[in-house]
């Protein structure tokens, strides 16, 4: 069994993740949306949890491998169907990402525990898991955030604000207050938060 290759893993999720049909401008260039989301979280994970594990890593590289896969228009445009969505997407982005991690010679216990955070079991209970969560909601703040708010009433920001801000740790929320976030949002989040 040859020894696992943690580079290689992260090349070929992003090599997956370069498919995307869908495609983002960011700093003039235009970029496969879900190959930008990775290596967003691998950077704010990287500064937020600068030890953090590599089945860690690995977990917040793949948190979005091949999403566009699965339409969201596919399911119903409700909570519930919003909730189905989420579940599917997450067991394809275990699975592909076992996949991976299989290939490059990781042994279960290794891609179980990528699995397990890919799939946010434990949320508050289990650190992994916690950090991941909180790296995802800084990723959204920061960079999907702006254009998000400006396609919903306030209210509704608020609520998903309020939601977002009950998934994190105190040391994300610490986190996420220091965002260089632009004035609306940032006073929709104190709004959220009073």
Known sequence: MSKPNFNQAIE????VNAQDPN????QGK???KELLYSQRMTETLLSFEPQASKELQIAARAQHIARWKIDRNTYPMDRVG????REELKKMHAQLTSEILQDVGYDDDFIDRVSFLIRKKMLKKDDETQTLEDVICLVFLQYYFEDFAAKHPDEKIVD????????MSEKGHKAAL?????PKSL?????ALA
């Open 30 to 32: 235009e970029h496969p």
């Open 23 to 26: 495609t983002e401008n960011y």
């Open 82 to 85: 919003y909730l189905k969505w």
């Open 12 to 15: 070929k999720i992003d090599r």
């Open 160 to 167: 998903i604000l309020q939601k977002t801000w009950g998934k």
């Open 178 to 182: 220091k965002l260089p976030l632009d």
């Open 187 to 191: 006073s929709l989040i104190k709004q």
